[in-house]
């Protein structure tokens, strides 16, 4: 008797061992490619610097950070925090906050450059090919392909 039962969770367990699928995957880019578009603006006379080169070459920066916030903005949106406070039905206090986090890989700088004496602009592109084809260097993104 022991040994039928000992034959019967063997012949169990050797059962359960074929049921183990192979999955096959490739690779599979996206039909289409959309390109984001972003320009950011700084003041050059409100940049820190001894000189008129120094509030340049810091606005340069300033307007590219902008013009990168504006990007992430597109990609991953706001995350908007509010707060209204009412005393008697009279709005006594109210707050609103926004921010923006994100990574943004990819990114082109189309143009640089000063609009008039005071502001400096930069542009930027993101062409979601080039994000596609730095992720799938880094990762492999997968689709099921066949199942047996």
Same mark, same amino acid.
């Given at each position: 008797?022991?040994?039928?039962?000992?034959?019967?969770? $063997?012949?169990?367990?050797?059962?359960?061992?074929?049921?183990?699928?192979?999955?096959? #995957?490739?690779?599979?880019?996206?039909? =289409?490619? =959309?390109?984001?578009?972003?320009?950011? #603006?700084?003041?050059?006379?409100?940049?820190?610097?001894?000189?008129? =080169?120094?509030?340049?070459?810091?606005?340069?920066?300033?307007?590219?950070?902008?013009? +990168?916030? /504006?990007? =992430?903005?597109?990609?991953?949106?706001? *995350?908007?925090?509010?707060?209204?406070? $009412?005393?008697?039905?009279?709005?006594?206090?109210?707050?609103?906050?926004?921010?923006?986090?994100?990574?943004?890989?990819?990114?082109?700088?189309?143009?640089? +450059?000063?609009?008039?004496?005071?502001? #400096?602009?930069? /542009?930027?592109?993101?062409? $979601?090919?080039?994000? +596609? /084809?730095? #992720?799938?260097?880094?990762? $492999?993104?997968? *689709?099921?392909?066949?199942?047996?």
């Amino acid at each position: 008797m022991r040994r039928l039962i000992i034959l019967s969770l $063997f012949l169990v367990l050797i059962s359960a061992c074929t049921s183990v699928k192979h999955i096959k #995957y490739r690779l599979k880019a996206p039909e =289409t490619f =959309t390109t984001l578009h972003a320009i950011g #603006y700084a003041p050059i006379s409100a940049q820190l610097g001894d000189n008129k =080169t120094a509030k340049i070459l810091n606005a340069m920066r300033a307007s590219k950070l902008d013009a +990168y916030r /504006e990007l =992430t903005e597109q990609v991953h949106g706001y *995350q908007i925090t509010s707060k209204t406070t $009412f005393d008697q039905l009279v709005i006594s206090n109210s707050s609103l906050k926004s921010s923006v986090q994100g990574l943004i890989r990819g990114a082109k700088v189309k143009k640089s +450059y000063p609009i008039n004496d005071d502001i #400096y602009a930069t /542009e930027l592109e993101l062409d $979601f090919k080039a994000v +596609y /084809e730095l #992720y799938t260097s880094s990762n $492999f993104s997968r *689709q099921v392909v066949s199942s047996n």
